[in-house]
Every structure is written in structure tokens, then in C-alpha cells.
């Protein structure tokens, strides 16, 4: 194996992978194409547990590209539209993945008829040269194997995303077959650079990809969702015990909420969709109160004005302690804070929108048939009294943007996470 294949199957499988250090389920698990599901026009569907890491962003941005376009029927696409709008959202990604350091765009494809013997791993050749490269989708992934599949992978470097856009289309039954996920995986990797990959990630000797339960990284993820691989989801870069540890510096264009924010593992988020001034209040409100109790002591009340940048003279937080604390309890609540700052953010008054819900694993769907999930979210005043629907992983998921969020599905279970 080439030097250049060897940095790329570190990066993503670390350095023991190989026929001994990496679990051949785990590999076998990646080896899957983007398809879409019979039951679910626009649906990818993912047959086992590890490449939703991937599969999950393609499938933000499709929708995202379906929402956008003047299509009046977004769930239903006929085959043609399906190809043209798997590779479109593809071009996206590779598009956005390519940093300013980087040379080209590039795609990691197959080079037809040639044995392990024959070729090194990621060589490179010229777009022009490229015609001859095909998936030997005949072979079966347990023939295949680890070692042979990267030996059998072909860099394609482009200097114009046009050009690049034309290849994406011409190696279309590449994505949609046998190891289409992980081609496109490392098409992402070689175009972004990876040695401008190690510099995001947090620690360079972490794979994207863990060797143990074939799940990706946060930074793969990150890399997915805004084309860098930082390892943390925070508003832009902290100092901690003199590490400068890097976050997301824009605001992404597809959102991101995790299970892991409702359970305080991770806060301030820039891959959210972009917040009124009241949410904004929320999140610095709940960062001086970790428990969620829904108060603060007064005497926090000034450094949360400060963060806010709100005028925060000593006489003003003193008037408005007793304004917002008159039986002088000692406590502020967040309700009056956010009505006496925020009034023109009505949060008194109910909001509904049609919700829908994606798993790609057939055995996490109703009948196991991979569709969305439709249903109501009503978002709640926090002076109305609460109708609890439910307290399932997905409502806390979306309670982190909406904290008084309440939903009802058109089915008879609520749709799972896992």
C-alpha cells in the first residue's frame, strides 16, 4: 500500500487497522452504497449500524436540496430525479469540503482490472485518464477483504468543479453500489487534504472511525456538516489550560441537535439552526444554572446581563433584582427574565409545524420499511401549563432548540433514535 493510502486508513481506521487490528464486521458493516428505499422515494437506507455517520449528513443535505428546489412533491422521485439528486447533494458536500489550501477536488474510485499485485493503493492519475476506472461489485466484501479494497482504490484529481461535477455523474452506479459510502467518505477526505484534516482534529492518533463499534466521530461528522473536521460543536475556539481547542466558526446551512446536549455533555452549539434574541437569552440564562431548575441566584443576575450585553450598571441590576424577585426570594426565574427583556419575542403564545422523522435502519422503522415519520410539534408558551406527550429521546433531542416542545406522530409509537 502506497504512503498516501497508508495516512488515509489511519485517519479513518487507525494505525492497527488492517486483516488483525480491525474487526472485519466492522468493515463489512461500512460496505454499503447510498440506496434509496422502496418505501421512501427520497430515503436512504442504511442496512446496518456505523455508516449513518455518513449516511445521515447525505441525507440532511438532499432534503435540504429537495426544500429548496421548486419540486411540489418532495417524497416522491422517480428514478432519474433520484440520481440527479444524490449526485447533486454530493457535489455539495465535495464542494464544500474543498478548503482553501486544497489544490483540487478529488474522488477516490476503482481501477478496473487490476489485482492487488498490480497497483498501490491512492495513486494518483489526471481526470482525463480516468475512464477506466469500474466497482468490482462481483466480489463479495468478505472476498474482497480489507487489504485488497484499498489497494484497489484510485485517486482522480480535478481542477474545476465542473469537471468534478461531470465525474460525480459518470460514477454514479459507484455511490449507489458495494462500498459507495466509504469511496464517498474518502472522496470527502483526499479533497479537504488530510493533513488539513489532522490540524482540526483534536487529537490527530483518533480515527474518524472507531475500531471497536464502527461508529464516526464527531469530527467526521463535523467535516460532513460544514467541511471541517473539528472534534467540537461550540460557538467558534476555546482556551482551556493553555489548549486551544478548536469549534464551529459559521453557521452551518444544515442543523444539528444531539442527544448529548440534553444530557450536558455538550453546549452552545453554531450547527443549530440561527437563534432569536430570546433563545440566545435562554442558552446564556441555563449556562448559570446547570441543573435546570429554571432560576438562578439573584446575585448571578448581573453576569448573565453582562453576557447578554445588556446594560448592566449596578443600580439598573439592582432595580431590576427586585422587579424580577419582588417577594425577595433570592432567586430569579427565567420566564420573567425573558418576558421583561425579551417582550417582543411573544413566548406566551403557541406555535405549531409539521415534523417528520428519518432513521435509515429497517429495524427501527414501523414494519420495518425505512419511511418518514410524520407528525405535530407544538411548541409551548413557558407560562402554559405543559401536556406531557411523552419523555422519548427524540423530544429532548428537539428540546434542546425548543425547550417547551410537545409532539404528537401519526403512528402508534414515537419514532426511534436507534
Same mark, same amino acid.
Given at each position: ?18 486483516? !488483525? ?12 452504497? =447510498? ?25 440532511? =443535505?438532499?432534503?435540504? !436540496? ?17 440520481? #440527479?439528486?444524490? @449526485?447533486?447533494?454530493? @457535489? ?5 469540503? @474543498?478548503?482553501? #489550501?486544497? &489544490? ?10 487490476? +489485482? ?14 480516468? !475512464?477506466? &476506472? ?42 449507489? #453500489? ?53 472534534? %467540537? ?22 442543523? =444539528?441537535? +444531539? ?26 440564562? $441555563? ?5 435546570? %431548575? ?5 446575585? /448571578? ?27 425577595? /426570594? ?7 427574565? /425573558?418576558? *421583561? ?23 427501527? #422503522?414501523? %414494519? ?5 415519520? *410524520? ?23 428537539? $428540546? ?9 406522530? +401519526? +403512528? ?7
Amino acid at each position: 500500500m502506497s504512503e498516501a493510502g497508508q495516512e488515509l486508513v489511519h485517519l479513518v481506521w487507525g494505525k492497527k487497522a488492517g486483516p !488483525r487490528g480491525l474487526a472485519d464486521t466492522i468493515f463489512c458493516r461500512w460496505a454499503q452504497g =447510498f440506496v434509496f428505499s422502496e418505501s421512501e422515494s427520497t430515503a436512504l437506507e442504511q442496512f446496518e449500524g456505523g455508516p449513518c455517520a455518513v449516511i445521515a449528513p447525505v441525507q440532511a =443535505f438532499l432534503l435540504k !436540496r429537495l426544500f429548496t428546489s421548486e419540486k411540489s412533491t418532495w417524497r416522491d422521485c422517480p428514478e432519474e430525479e433520484q440520481k #440527479n439528486l444524490l @449526485c447533486h447533494t454530493l @457535489c455539495d458536500i465535495l464542494e464544500m469540503a @474543498c478548503s482553501d #489550501n486544497s &489544490e483540487s477536488y478529488s474522488l477516490a474510485t476503482w481501477i478496473r482490472g487490476k +489485482t492487488t499485485e498490480e497497483t498501490a493503493s491512492i495513486s494518483e492519475s489526471p481526470a482525463e485518464s480516468s !475512464r477506466q &476506472e469500474e466497482q468490482p461489485s462481483a466480489l463479495a466484501v468478505e472476498e474482497l477483504g480489507f487489504e485488497r479494497f484499498h489497494a484497489l482504490i484510485h485517486k482522480r484529481a480535478f481542477k474545476s468543479f465542473p469537471e468534478l461535477k461531470d465525474a460525480v455523474w459518470d460514477q454514479y452506479s459507484v455511490w449507489t #453500489n458495494r462500498f459507495g459510502v466509504l469511496l464517498f467518505l474518502y472522496s470527502v477526505i483526499l479533497t479537504k487534504g488530510i493533513e488539513n484534516i489532522k490540524n482540526e482534529i483534536e487529537d490527530a492518533t483518533e480515527p474518524l472511525i472507531d475500531p471497536v463499534y464502527g461508529h464516526g466521530s464527531q469530527s467526521l461528522i463535523n467535516l460532513l456538516l460544514t467541511g471541517h473536521a473539528v472534534s %467540537n460543536v461550540w460557538d467558534g475556539d476555546r482556551e482551556c489550560s493553555g489548549m486551544k481547542l478548536l469549534g464551529i466558526h459559521k453557521q452551518a446551512t444544515v442543523g =444539528f441537535l +444531539t442527544l448529548m446536549e440534553s444530557l450536558r455533555y455538550c453546549k452552545d452549539m453554531a450547527l443549530v439552526a440561527p437563534e432569536a434574541p430570546s433563545e440566545q437569552a435562554r442558552r446564556v440564562f $441555563q449556562t448559570y444554572d446547570p441543573e435546570d %431548575n429554571g432560576f438562578i441566584p439573584d446575585t /448571578l443576575l448581573e453576569d448573565v446581563m453582562k453576557a447578554l450585553d445588556l446594560v448592566s450598571d449596578p443600580e439598573y441590576v439592582n432595580l431590576m433584582k427586585t422587579k424580577l424577585d419582588p417577594e425577595g /426570594l433570592g432567586i430569579i426565574l427565567l420566564g420573567p427574565f /425573558l418576558q *421583561e427583556f425579551f417582550p417582543e419575542q411573544d413566548s406566551r403564545v403557541s406555535e405549531s409545524f409539521t415534523v417528520y422523522h428519518y432513521n435509515g435502519l429497517k429495524q427501527s #422503522n414501523y %414494519n420495518e420499511k425505512v419511511m418518514y415519520v *410524520e407528525g405535530t410539534a407544538v411548541v409551548m408558551g413557558f407560562e402554559e401549563p405543559m401536556l406531557q406527550t411523552d419523555d422519548t429521546p427524540v423530544k429532548r433531542c428537539l $428540546q434542546t432548540k425548543w425547550p417547551y416542545i410537545e409532539l404528537l406522530w +401519526t +403512528t402508534d409509537r414515537s419514532p426511534s433514535l436507534n
